[in-house]
């Protein structure tokens, strides 16, 4: 079956900024046409995309999908439901299930299930040490050869600073990303929230800005002494976006990402001991946000990554120093980002590079919307205003802090693989 997309404002940036129709012929983008003009075969099946945009397909670098181990709480299933559902043609997805991806096995079963699913794509990462508890590095060529696209122990840093440089080392030579968790535990002791005036009102053991930027500034030092590059996940503080800054400016190999909570809420937001307002990095100051959002416009930061967690009531519907860190992203992560374009703090084409061409360039893919590459497309409708309801959502877990927000722009449909995983349903 071959499909055109008819009317819509192509928008792949680098390359096509235009009202263009998009032929698919199977699994392959066959044609990028003017929509004048062009004769539409009988055989062709249109979609009307008149005020949409498509985009190369949203790609969520940091995901995680629980399974194995962890299905109460998310399935691959769910979890790429959710993500087609955002608009996510691709999820890379972390590695503290249970057991742990430290292996080629776990690898091989998380890449088939997607595949039997065929949904989102998911490219996985892999723990950089052996069950991510921080001693030995783990089997991180065998994952490699088994399809893991990064490695990190995301949720956990990795402390020993002589194992993360052989880590760093080791990885250079095999010409795979390492995703840095930067947290020094012994400086969040315990914290449940961030550090400051509304912790001390609220009676909650706060972590400092200092437990994240130690760690930033410690490995930003050894990607220097190694030459190799790394990818630090969920930036929350100013002095994380000063210290990446700054060793770009010197020619470190490094990049990041935020999430877009922490461009959205502040700490202030942390009321009433709700635990949907409980993630790790914790919720900054009003001082930290604004230096996301100029390290987003500066293009200090590179990506925007929902850091989707998904949690049941089991973990969060209790005292909230006792309540697991994390709240799912992939279903209000395009929205909440678009309201940076329409404040005009970015433009449309900034944000698709942060969402879209940055994290596929991370991992090596070639999204570009071209002639002979995989119709994986994203299309948004930019005006659509509604309300954030968790009980619509794809997603096993509903912890959100988002409920109830009023939003403007979502996805209205996703296709991977030429095939549409996603379509809004307008009644």
């Known amino acids: 079956m071959r499909i055109r997309i008819k009317g819509a404002q192509v928008l792949d940036p680098g390359n096509i900024d235009a009202k263009k129709d998009i032929i698919i012929n199977h699994h392959l983008i066959e044609a990028v046409v003017d929509p004048e003009g062009h004769e539409t075969a009988s055989d062709i099946e249109t979609i009307d995309a008149s005020g949409m945009i498509v985009v190369p397909g949203l790609m969520d670098i940091h995901v995680h999908l629980r399974e194995p181990g962890h299905e109460y709480k998310e399935t691959i299933e769910t979890g790429l439901m959710a993500a087609a ?7 890379c997805s972390m590695p503290n299930t249970h057991p742990v991806n430290d292996n080629s096995q776990v690898t091989k079963f998380i890449i088939n299930r997607a595949k039997e699913l065929g949904l989102s794509r998911v490219y996985p990462a892999g723990s950089i040490t052996l069950g991510s508890m921080g001693n030995t590095l783990a089997e991180i060529y065998d994952m490699k050869q088994a399809g893991a696209v990064a490695v990190t122990d995301d949720g956990k840093p990795v402390e020993n600073s002589n194992l993360m440089r ?6 250079k030579g095999l010409n795979i990303p390492v995703f840095v968790h930067a947290e020094d535990t012994s400086l969040v002791d315990g914290g449940s929230m961030n550090e400051g005036f509304f912790a001390t009102f609220w009676g909650i053991k706060g972590i400092p800005n200092a437990a994240e930027t130690s760690m930033v500034v410690r490995d930003i030092a050894l990607s220097e002494l190694t030459g190799a590059p790394l990818h630090f996940c969920h930036i929350s503080t100013k002095e994380s976006v000063e210290a990446i800054r700054q060793a770009k400016k010197r020619g470190v190999k490094v990049t990041c990402e935020t999430a877009p909570h922490y461009f959205t809420l502040t700490d202030e937001n942390v009321k009433d001991y709700n635990t949907n307002f409980k ?3 914790p919720l900054r100051s009003e001082q930290d946000r604004q230096a996301i959002i100029q390290g987003l416009c500066d293009g200090t930061i590179d990506l925007i990554a929902s850091d989707h ?5 089991i973990e969060k519907d209790v005292e909230f120093d006792r309540a697991a860190f994390g709240i799912i992203g992939l279903e209000t992560a395009l929205p909440l980002s678009l309201k940076l374009v329409q404040d005009g703090f970015l433009t449309m084409e900034a944000l698709i590079n942060k969402m879209s061409k940055h994290p596929a360039k991370l991992i090596g893919i070639n999204n570009d919307i071209k002639p002979g590459n995989a119709a994986d497309l994203t299309l948004i409708d930019p005006e659509d205003t509604y309300e954030i309801d968790p009980e619509t959502f794809k997603s096993r877990s509903k912890n959100t802090p988002f409920s109830g927000l009023k ?7 996703t296709m991977v693989n030429g095939k ?6 307008d009644e």
């Open 85 to 91: 559902s955002g608009g996510f043609t691709a999820v």
């Open 166 to 171: 052989r880590a760093l080392e080791y990885c």
């Open 279 to 281: 993630m790790n990095p």
């Open 309 to 313: 967690a998904p949690h049941s009531v």
């Open 407 to 413: 939003v403007k722009g979502r996805a209205v449909l």
């Open 420 to 425: 549409v995983v996603y379509q809004r349903d």
